[in-house]
């Protein structure tokens, strides 16, 4: 068996999903960081994979990094998991594979529109064998329309939802966010609804079929900037010439550069806000109905202001007054703050070869525990026998 996540409390209750069994079909980042979540929370997680190179994220690398021949990336998102190499195109593997489905909790697949259907595992056919499970699909852009078809990777899919047009200044051009946000709330979106099918299941006995996919999670994503959209005049919302953070809010919401590094300044009064940093220029703009009209030439003299004195000094003056303000921390910084430490929020992985990988632990915590494994992620079918003898697969694919 893996080794489930280990709260940080002698004492403390089985964690939430321990003792059901979660089959993980998907590749690269969505689903595979969904099937994580559950790991984290007590699961058992096998991962069914090609026999030859397995899920294709063990080679895709946003680094050099690598673990054990494979990219840091590919053992971030598939920790504490066990892998089962099966070829799904083999009538004897696909057998077994059957086999195992009729045990399981929980189906996860990223697979294209079909692709799971001409294997003989769509859903209808899944609960043909198990009308218990609960079975996740992920698509880029719906299993309909004319986009159904188009590969599902996470800069195509902001760009297509207008999330690029919300960040940088005005004279930017669009600015895609830096991590993969859009696999990222897919995953997070449909580990929430496998484990609302799963409170149903434990009233009802049925198993149920959740979808999801990247441009719905990403226009979610957006909820309040497309909802003033729909509500308002419906012209693509302007971003500010300077320190633009939000298109809707007014300033002197943003990041500004001070002598010697940058103040991330929220919502907050315009005239409060001069009369603490001693910029007289602000005080005309006492009216907050000229916070959002004049929000250019208000962040302009902010800007011009705050580069006279250091991050500190401005921080020693806003932050006894109340002032929502912050730092903005570059990582080694952060890595050496007391406040980062306090949330202990990093953990080490290792292969069964010794092989080690620091990275971020679940950031859920269950009765007051920390949820941490060791368990890095599997070699290619790692697991293949033990779970064949482990669920008696072996004899009845005899």
Request: proline content about 6%; charged content about 20%.
């Amino acid at each position: 068996m893996n080794s489930h996540p280990t709260p940080d409390s002698a004492q403390s209750l089985p964690l939430p999903l321990d003792g059901l069994l979660v089959l993980d079909f998907s590749q690269f980042l969505a689903g595979p960081s969904c099937a994580l979540r559950l790991a984290d929370l007590g699961a058992t997680v096998i991962k069914i994979e090609r026999p030859e190179g397995g899920d294709l994220c063990r080679q895709l690398y946003i680094s050099d990094l690598e673990l054990d021949g494979d990219s840091a990336l590919f053992h971030t998102i598939n920790r504490n998991k066990r892998s089962f190499a099966a070829d799904l195109k083999s009538p004897r593997d696909l057998d077994v594979v059957r086999k195992l489905i009729a045990r399981a909790d929980v189906l996860v697949q990223n697979f294209r529109p079909g692709v799971m259907e001409r294997l003989g595992l769509g859903y209808e056919a899944v609960q043909a064998i198990n009308p218990r499970l609960v079975y996740g699909a992920i698509t880029g852009y719906g299993a309909e329309g004319p986009w159904s078809g188009k590969p599902g990777q996470d800069l195509l899919v902001q760009s297509l939802s207008g999330l690029p047009w919300l960040s940088g200044d005005a004279d930017d051009g669009p600015v895609p966010v830096g991590v993969a946000i859009a696999d990222i709330l897919t995953g997070a979106h449909l580990a929430q609804g496998i484990l609302a099918c799963l409170v149903r299941r434990g009233i009802t006995g049925q198993g149920g079929r959740v979808d999801v996919s990247l441009l719905e999670s990403t226009l979610d994503f957006q909820f309040q900037e497309i909802t003033t959209y729909l509500n308002g005049d419906r012209t693509m919302p302007r971003r500010g010439k300077f320190s633009n953070a939000s298109v809707y809010l007014s300033a002197p919401y943003g990041i500004y550069l001070t002598r010697d590094g940058f103040i991330a300044i929220a919502m907050n009064p315009v005239g409060k806000l001069g009369e603490l940093i001693g910029c007289p220029a602000l005080a005309e703009y006492a009216d907050s109905k000229r916070w959002f009209v004049d929000r250019d030439p208000i962040k302009q003299i902010l800007r011009d202001h705050l580069l006279t004195e250091s991050t500190t000094h401005w921080l020693a003056i806003l932050e006894p007054a109340d002032v929502w303000c912050a730092d903005v921390l570059t990582w080694p910084r952060l890595f050496e703050h007391d406040g980062f430490k306090a949330l202990r929020i990093i953990q080490e992985v290792e292969t069964e070869s010794g092989a080690r990988l620091q990275t971020t632990r679940c950031p859920v915590r269950i009765d007051g525990a920390i949820l941490a494994s060791r368990v890095a992620a599997p070699k290619v079918g790692q697991h293949t026998r033990a779970i064949m003898e482990e669920y008696r697969l072996a004899q009845e694919a005899e």
